[in-house]
C-alpha cells in the first residue's frame, strides 16, 4: 500500500482538485483507493458526498489518528493507494500526514507567492526525508514565459514534475459533480494531462519498497 499526500503551503494551489481526479484516474488503472481529508474545509469529502460511484472509499479520520488508520489498512490488505488530502497551512497535522507519505506532490501556481510558500513546504520535506514532487499548476498558455521562469525556480529548489497541468474549466466541472476530469470529458485536455500526471506518479510510488 502506497501513500499520496497532496501539500500546499498557500490556499488555491488546486492540490484538492488534482487529489480527486488523481484517485479516479488511480481506480480507473486498477488501483483500490482510499481517500482521507485533513483539511479542515473538507472539500475533499464534500467531492467524495457528490460522487454517485462508491469506488473510492472516503475515510474519515482526525491527524492524530492518521498512522493508526493507515496501519489498519496495511493489515487489512486490500487497499493500494491511500490519498491524502491537506489543509492549506503547514502545521503538526500536515507534518504528521507528510512523515507517513511515500510520495508528497506539491500543486504550485507559477507566481511569486506559490513558489515562496511552497518553498517552505520543500524544506519540510527534506527535513523529513521524504520523497516529494513540485507540479506546476493553473498554468496558462498566455503566460508561458512566466511557467518557464517559475520552473526553473522550482528545478533549483526540488524535484519538479516534468509536465503541467493547465488551468482548464473541465476541472470546476468534474469537481462540482464529484467526479474526477478523467470521467467527465474522457477526451480532453485536462484528462490527458491527469492521465499522464498518474502514470508519472504511480512510477515514482512503485519505486519506493
Same mark, same amino acid.
Given at each position: ?56 472509499? $472516503?475515510?474519515? %479520520? +482526525?491527524? &492524530?489518528?492518521? /498512522?493508526?488508520?493507515?496501519?489498519k489498512l496495511r493489515?487489512? *490488505?486490500?487497499?493500494? #493507494? ?61 503566460? $508561458?514565459?512566466? %511557467? +518557464?521562469? &517559475?520552473?526553473? /525556480? ?8 516534468? *509536465?503541467?497541468?493547465? #488551468? ?15 470521467e467527465w470529458r ?24
Amino acid at each position: 500500500m502506497k501513500v499520496l499526500t497532496m501539500a500546499a503551503q498557500k490556499g488555491g494551489a488546486g492540490k484538492t482538485t488534482l487529489a480527486t481526479s488523481l484517485a479516479v484516474a488511480a481506480v480507473q488503472a486498477g488501483e483500490v483507493v482510499v481517500a482521507i481529508d485533513l483539511d479542515p474545509q473538507g472539500s475533499l469529502r464534500e467531492w467524495s458526498e457528490r460522487r454517485e460511484a462508491r469506488d473510492i472509499v $472516503f475515510h474519515p %479520520v +482526525e491527524a &492524530a489518528g492518521l /498512522a493508526g488508520v493507515l496501519a489498519k489498512l496495511r493489515k487489512h *490488505g486490500k487497499t493500494s #493507494l491511500v490519498v491524502v488530502d491537506t489543509a492549506g497551512v503547514i502545521g503538526p497535522e500536515v507534518t504528521l500526514a507528510l512523515q507517513n507519505a511515500d510520495l508528497a506532490l506539491l500543486p504550485v501556481r507559477p507566481s511569486l507567492l506559490d513558489l515562496t510558500a511552497t518553498r517552505r513546504t520543500a524544506e519540510r520535506l527534506d527535513a523529513l526525508k521524504r520523497q516529494y514532487a513540485f507540479v506546476l499548476n493553473q498554468t496558462q498558455a498566455a503566460a $508561458f514565459a512566466r %511557467v +518557464e521562469d &517559475a520552473a526553473e /525556480a522550482l528545478i533549483a529548489i526540488g524535484p519538479l514534475y516534468p *509536465g503541467s497541468i493547465a #488551468l482548464r474549466t473541465d476541472h470546476l466541472d468534474a469537481m462540482t459533480l464529484g467526479l474526477g476530469v478523467t470521467e467527465w470529458r474522457p477526451k480532453g485536455a485536462a484528462a490527458e494531462e491527469v492521465a499522464e500526471l498518474w502514470t508519472w506518479v504511480r512510477t515514482k510510488l512503485e519505486s519506493r519498497k
